[in-house]
């Protein structure tokens, strides 16, 4: 009988209970030692990653600014993987793989599939929130393109900026020096920082722009010209700004726009294409470090936790203790099981798991015992099956050698019989040995009712002798091994024969019901009583308890009756009352109705 474990008493419960206690001291413990190192770890961490990306952007910005492409930037990226700690990958808009700072890391298809990118890096269109300070027109300051000074012209103008910085230092004492600007190209600076260009206080003359921005200057002009024809404005006649740049201040925004337009057509072709920018995993540690606790929060931390580790060891301990008593009994009763001792039993107190297992475990036992005891009856039974038909062939076989007896035709006929029965027998235990095994294989079709047991009243027509056998069938049809559905019912139909006396009756019925077809063998023999119905289709179960065979059965027929109707996805029944007969129902799935 199953036994229902309260849920207050039950293992889990209690497991659960414990774990919850243990987890809210840990927690309790622990948790304001975290906060206060955490939030300083996290708000450290947010701003050298937000620098980290700052600077990974501005670096590979300024590489795309000044190459065409990124088929060199592998160590550039190593670099700046390394410096930072952090996994970079560039990929193109389509998601393709371009740079990957981890030699034989995970493909950029995998790393963006689930990860917004960082930054797009195109030097043609600088993310302001990356860069705060670029210029208006968000073209990178070292995207010069055709505007770059040759060797020749970067030298002439170098020293005739170095005549202008001679000039600034003696009329008006103030601190300059020629340095080159994010372009490459040289600038008179001052101590304060100010950039004078190409010019002095004094009547100096500006030097006109070099041949090679006097080109690039006339290509802009052209491009943007264009685009103001299109927009039908008037043409414009571009300079270079103090900084070498083309100046196109004092321009309304239409014209602007068209000037910005004509630099980005003029600088594609010198710049390397947009890619996604993808800071990834740290490749490596930070060269920052993480979060390092103070002195006293380690100490306070091993104190804790060694007082919640004592705790936790008591508690586990004693219900270690108490859980592990019980076991050790189901481990005792089961031991004396295993070495032939089938009235080992384990007492069974309270209601949680381990006594549900505890109960398990004896009905268990009880039922092995019982099997045990069946199994023992049935070699009995099997061995006085065998034994009767072999004295018999036996005894008459050895009066014939002796000359007791002639071997006539009655003789052998009556040995046949004999082996006849012992074929029987052993045919029966191997349908029930297939069938307990799993490998009675049905080879199903559809099988008409009425035809089939016409069939079985035909073939025991001979045997009923003095009892009348009628089929009634309303002509069903069942999805079934026609074989092995012949076999049971002539089981059935045999049994049903047997102990119905002369002048009796055996009536073979089929019908329809809503879900399955219903076939009834019903006879007026003696009738089975109530206490033995449950038996009957146990193995070797006979209704006459003695061992004699005025019976003729062999105590296997009904057995395999339920094998082969339970293989057929049915079951079967009995109703009987003493002295009036017996009715066997043997239900099977009707087929579906086409």
């Not at 009547?203 to 002009?221: I, Q």
């Not at 009738?527 to 003695?546: K, M, N, Q, T, Y």
């Amino acid at each position: 009988m199953r036994r229902e474990t309260p849920l207050r008493r039950s293992l889990t419960a209690r497991l659960l209970a414990l774990s919850a206690l243990v987890s809210l001291c840990s927690i309790a413990a622990t948790a304001w030692l975290a906060a206060r190192t955490t939030t300083g770890a996290i708000q450290q961490e947010q701003t050298q990653a937000v620098a980290d990306h700052t600077r990974i952007y501005r670096q590979l910005l300024g590489y795309a600014a000044t190459h065409p492409d990124w088929s060199g930037a592998q160590d550039t990226v190593r670099q700046l993987a390394a410096a930072t700690g952090q996994r970079i990958v560039l990929a193109t808009p389509r998601f393709e793989q371009v740079v990957d700072s981890a030699a034989g890391g995970p493909p950029a298809q995998g790393l963006a599939a689930d990860r917004t990118p960082t930054a797009i890096v195109d030097p043609l269109s600088v993310d302001l929130a990356m860069l705060p300070d670029a210029p208006a027109d968000r073209i990178d300051a070292r995207a010069v393109g055709p505007f770059r000074l040759t060797a020749e012209e970067h030298e002439a103008l170098r020293n005739e900026l170095e005549q202008q910085a001679g000039c600034v230092r003696s009329l008006l004492g103030v601190e300059a020096t020629v340095v080159d600007d994010l372009a490459g190209r040289p600038q008179l600076r001052t101590a304060d920082g100010r950039t004078l260009g190409r010019r002095c206080t004094t009547p100096l003359v500006v030097s006109a722009p070099t041949r090679t921005e006097a080109a690039a200057l006339a290509d802009l002009t052209d491009l943007a010209n264009a685009c103001l024809a299109r927009r039908q404005l008037r043409p414009v006649t571009l300079s270079l700004g103090p900084d070498g740049a083309p100046d196109d201040s004092g321009q309304d925004r239409a014209t602007s726009a068209c000037v910005t337009n004509a630099r980005r057509q003029q600088l594609v072709q010198y710049v390397a294409p947009p890619v996604l920018l993808f800071v990834g995993t740290p490749a490596a540690a930070s060269s920052g470090g993480p979060p390092v606790l103070t002195a006293a929060h380690p100490g306070r931390v091993t104190e804790v936790s060694a007082l919640v580790l004592a705790v936790t060891v008591a508690v586990t301990v004693a219900v270690g203790l108490r859980l592990s008593k019980p076991l050790h009994a189901l481990t005792h009763a089961a031991r004396r099981m295993a070495d032939g001792d089938l009235t080992a039993r384990v007492r069974v107190t309270g209601r949680n798991e381990i006594s549900g297992l505890a109960a398990a475990f004896n009905a268990m036992a009880e039922r092995r015992g019982q099997l045990e005891e069946l199994r023992k009856a049935m070699v009995g039974d099997i061995a006085h099956e065998l034994r009767t038909p072999l004295s018999n062939i036996r005894g008459w076989l050895e009066a014939v050698e002796d000359g007791v007896a002639t071997a006539d035709r009655a003789l052998t006929g009556s040995l046949l019989e004999e082996a006849m029965l012992l074929q029987h027998l052993i045919d029966d235990l191997r349908d029930l040995a297939a069938a307990d095994a799993g490998e009675l294989v049905l080879y199903r079709e559809l099988v008409d009712v009425e035809e089939m047991l016409g069939q079985v009243a035909s073939a025991h027509g001979a045997r009923a002798g003095e009892v009348a056998l009628t089929v009634e069938a309303e002509a069903p049809e069942v999805f079934a091994d026609p074989v092995r559905l012949r076999q049971a019912l002539g089981n059935l139909v045999s049994n049903a024969v047997r102990y119905t006396p002369a002048g009796g009756s055996v009536a073979l019925r089929a019908r329809r019901g809503t879900d399955a077809v219903l076939i009834e063998v019903a006879d007026t023999g003696s009738g089975i009583a109530a206490e033995d119905l449950p038996l009957v289709f146990e193995r070797f179960w006979r209704a006459e308890r003695s061992r004699s065979r005025r019976s003729g059965g062999s105590g296997l027929g009904l057995a395999i009756v339920r094998k082969i109707v339970e293989l057929h996805g049915g079951e079967v029944r009995v109703a009987s009352t003493v002295g009036e007969g017996s009715v066997f129902t043997v239900r099977l799935p009707a087929p579906p109705v086409s």
